[in-house]
T-cell receptor, first 111, second 114 residues
């Protein structure tokens, strides 16, 4: 079956622009996560959605970052007024009662 | 809060050598523990997991035992292959309050030379 998909796979943008990153989780998975992986760094938790519960936004680094999940399925991570330090690979994952399945990521480069 | 500390890399071994990558954790509850692997140019994928104390997770010749007394989940393989070259991440998931958020270690890059 289909895994987690993310789009775009690569995004190059100019400092100050807004970007939207999309995640399509595995069908039926109730939990969805966004993580960030910077060069030479580990995985940084950003936000977690579980069913209809309020999302855990504790990892969002600033108010420029926001995410939503529509209809319990597709999720969009939005970064407003991008900065160079936002450059990273943004990973989405979904799970159902257990381990996460990760998407291939979106590589964001802010010039 | 929860945290995961894993052995710093990079680690370079010869083919058929014995591998250990150390991982220790801090959690207030009873977490599940995981090892994820990221092969070059690929996404993260689950390697193995253990959900309670003394459980042993295993896959592809890799093993890790959930040790509550030492709060550890060390990854081992008896004879590594070139194809095992990858970055390995230890992680925990704390199920309290229904939140299964994964907390990751910083990753250990493993290179196996023929």
């Amino acid at each position: 079956g289909a895994g987690v998909s993310q789009s775009p796979s690569n995004k190059v943008t100019e400092k100050g622009k807004d970007v939207e990153l999309r995640c399509d989780p595995i069908s039926g998975h109730t939990a969805l996560y966004w993580y960030r992986q910077s060069l030479g760094q580990g995985l940084e938790f950003l936000i977690y959605f579980q069913g209809n519960s309020a999302p855990d936004k504790s990892g969002l680094p600033s108010d420029r970052f926001s995410a939503e999940r529509t209809g319990g399925s597709v999720s969009t991570l939005t970064i407003q007024r991008t900065q160079q330090e936002d450059s990273a690979v943004y990973l989405c994952a979904s799970s159902l009662r257990g381990a996460c399945f990760f998407g291939p990521g979106t590589r964001l480069t802010v010039l | 809060g929860n945290s995961v500390t894993q052995m710093e890399g990079p680690v370079t071994l010869s083919e058929e050598a014995f591998l250990t990558i150390n991982c220790t954790y801090t959690a207030t509850g009873y977490p599940s523990l995981f090892w994820y692997v990221q092969y070059p140019g690929e996404g993260l994928q689950l390697l193995l997991k253990a959900t309670k104390a003394d459980d042993k997770g295993s896959n592809k010749g890799f093993e890790a035992t959930y040790r509550k007394e030492t709060t550890s989940f060390h990854l081992e393989k008896g004879s590594v292959q070139v194809s095992d070259s990858a970055v390995y991440f230890c992680a925990l998931s704390d199920h309290r309050f229904g939140n299964e958020k994964l907390t990751f270690g910083t990753g250990t890059r493993l290179t196996i030379i023929p």
